[in-house]
């Protein structure tokens, strides 16, 4: 029913438009109006034409390939065997010169090329799933506390820097497109308890993103926040949720910010992202971002809605227009200042998968390094602190400026569930994307959904080096790695995997031991420097099969002089000053008496 009327829908918006129908809403078509027999011939034919891959065998994810339901303790389940390309060694100096070439590629979103990097660990999507429902019900099972993360995937309009799953905003302004969405939504909750028993985990984080989740009616923020209490064990005193939302919105429906402060959502999180509006009106942006005046409107209700915790997000790293002398970023960061906010976030523009993506070769990376700088700047003489390589910037005394959700998982690596289109998930063992993640539609979604199946698309049973580097990859959002959260996540010391990438690391004063061991604070951090060569350090901690693509991806940003040796000449000039932290006596911010509990750790 809801299906049908969702495709004839889309369907007669297809002909207005005049376009044909793609081979995805066809397959849609026939799951809904074949007969089950019928229905159930073709899939078996689809799934001939494409085998899982041998290395994604009941074997290799360390299951007893038994049909009767879980049969191993959840204690004994462990990481893939990994594939060849993983096994691979890499020169570190080899690593970080393709990194930093590719800076608009290499970023905390891993993996890169699913498709060749981590397709060996895919388990096999077929039947009823049940394959996918052990390893999900094991990785699970490791853990009392979980994190939660719900896509709103609707926005008015599509910018051109959107890099996220937002479905046609023709089909997502329809109030049929998000009333069949959001009870799909609730169904999924449902079969995630019944799959890995969400009733029995503590929820310590949860984010409700999108797209714009603001977009959806009041109605259907109260129904996920309802299913979650329902679903978890959820204590909204003990964590801060957060909300997504734009200016207009804010600035136009003040109830709807009223409901979210009473529905207990504490934190609430501006896309602003530019105050040059004419920019932003280029970029897609003008039913967000319509003036000045929608901004100071929307601050004025978040405000009087209670919200004692605010962030604004912005954006850096567009091309400069030919005609214009003066970069507008730092009046952005200066007039996101005067909005009060107590968090700021800058977002570096990722091209990749955007309607901008052919204009990166624009941006070179002394625009990308000198915008950000100029904000930190900013922001630090503004009372805003964040550690180097830190995307988020706070005033409030001992708050990261994120939300719980994200804290816990840059920092923790705290497991968490996605629910919704195109939703991520990931434990220590595993990284999964639902449906729609690549197609922006909701039809599959919705209708795996109906028969009673989790919407996943890819779900992956990763080997120890690609789950650790998946895990490294979110940690530089915070510019570094926690070595006690590591240590805890994978049993293994970080240095027994990155030796020879942390001693390169630390030679050429790209990042540095901070904090000590007794306060269980230990990090390493990136340095400035270290952020200017954000994607050549990242790049390090990726898993070999990844490296190995980096390394043979054509093109890039071409320098003049050899990022390594004009790093090596910065250090024989006393450019970068005496401080080495190549040894742990030269650490001078970890007091003495650890320096050896300290060695025996790494």
Not at 568 to 594: D, M, T, V
Request: aromatic share 10%; net charge positive; hydrophobic share 35%.
């Amino acid at each position: 029913g809801r299906s049908k009327s969702l495709f004839s829908h889309l369907k007669s918006k297809t002909q207005h438009e005049n376009r044909n129908l793609n081979r995805s809403d066809l397959f849609i078509f026939v799951q809904i109006f074949l007969p089950k027999k019928m229905l159930n011939f073709a899939r078996n034919a689809n799934l001939k034409r494409t085998p899982p891959s041998a290395s994604s065998s009941s074997s290799s994810l360390g299951l007893n390939g038994s049909k009767g339901g879980l049969s191993r303790s959840k204690s004994d389940f462990t990481w893939s065997e990994p594939h060849p390309g993983d096994k691979l060694s890499f020169d570190p100096e080899q690593v970080f010169r393709n990194g930093h070439r590719h800076h608009h590629r290499c970023n905390t979103a891993f993996p890169l090329n699913h498709n060749t990097t981590i397709r060996p660990y895919r388990v096999p999507r077929i039947k009823e799933h049940k394959e996918m429902h052990q390893v999900l019900n094991q990785t699970y099972g490791l853990h009392k506390d979980m994190m939660l993360y719900v896509h709103v995937p609707f926005c008015q309009v599509r910018c051109q820097f959107c890099e996220y799953t937002v479905v046609n905003p023709k089909v997502g302004k329809t109030n049929e497109a998000q009333s069949v969405y959001f009870d799909a939504l609730m169904d999924e909750f449902k079969l995630y308890d019944e799959v890995i028993g969400t009733k029995s985990k503590n929820l310590v984080g949860f984010d409700i993103g999108g797209g714009t989740p603001s977009m959806a009616s009041i109605g259907d923020i109260e129904r996920i926040m309802n299913a979650a209490d329902k679903h978890f064990k959820m204590d909204t005193s003990k964590m801060e949720i957060s909300i997504e939302t734009t200016p207009k919105i804010a600035a136009s429906d003040p109830e709807k910010i009223k409901a979210y402060y009473q529905m207990g959502i504490r934190r609430i999180s501006m896309g602003l992202q530019t105050t040059d509006f004419k920019l932003a009106k280029e970029l897609g942006r003008e039913d967000a971002n319509a003036g000045s005046d929608y901004v100071n409107r929307a601050v004025d209700n978040i405000r009087a809605a209670g919200f004692k915790s605010y962030n604004v997000d912005l954006m850096y790293g567009f091309p400069l227009r030919a005609n214009r002398t003066d970069d507008p970023w730092p009046q952005t960061v200066k007039d996101a200042i005067s909005l009060g906010p107590e968090h700021i976030t800058l977002y570096r523009m990722r091209y990749k998968g955007t309607s901008m993506e052919h204009l990166a070769d624009r941006v070179g990376i002394a625009q990308v390094n000198q915008q950000e700088g100029i904000a930190r700047k900013i922001l630090t003489e503004n009372g805003y602190a964040g550690m180097i390589g830190k995307n988020t910037f706070s005033k409030m005394d001992g708050s990261s400026g994120c939300s719980d959700y994200l804290d816990k998982r840059v920092v923790k690596a705290v497991p968490y569930v996605g629910l919704g289109l195109g939703a991520q998930s990931f434990t220590h063992h595993t990284l999964s994307y639902n449906l729609g993640a690549v197609t922006k539609k909701l039809e599959q979604y919705v209708r795996s959904v109906e028969l009673g199946r989790i919407p996943i698309q890819d779900l992956y049973h990763l080997s120890l080096r690609a789950a650790i580097a998946k895990m490294v990859s979110v940690s530089f959002y915070y510019g570094g790695i926690d070595v006690k959260a590591f240590e805890d996540c994978f049993k293994v010391r970080l240095n027994d995997i990155f030796a020879n990438e942390i001693e390169f690391v630390l030679a050429k004063r790209l990042m540095r031991w901070e904090g000590s061991l007794a306060e269980n604070n230990l990090r390493l951090q990136l340095t400035t420097l270290g952020k200017q060569h954000f994607g050549g350090v990242v790049a390090l901690f990726y898993s070999p099969s990844v490296q190995e693509h980096v390394i043979n991806l054509p093109g890039g940003e071409a320098f003049a002089k050899d990022p390594i040796e004009e790093i090596n000449e910065k250090i024989r000039s006393g450019q970068l000053g005496e401080y080495s932290s190549s040894s742990p006596s030269s650490a001078p911010f970890l007091e003495h008496e650890h320096n050896q509990k300290r060695v025996s750790i790494l």
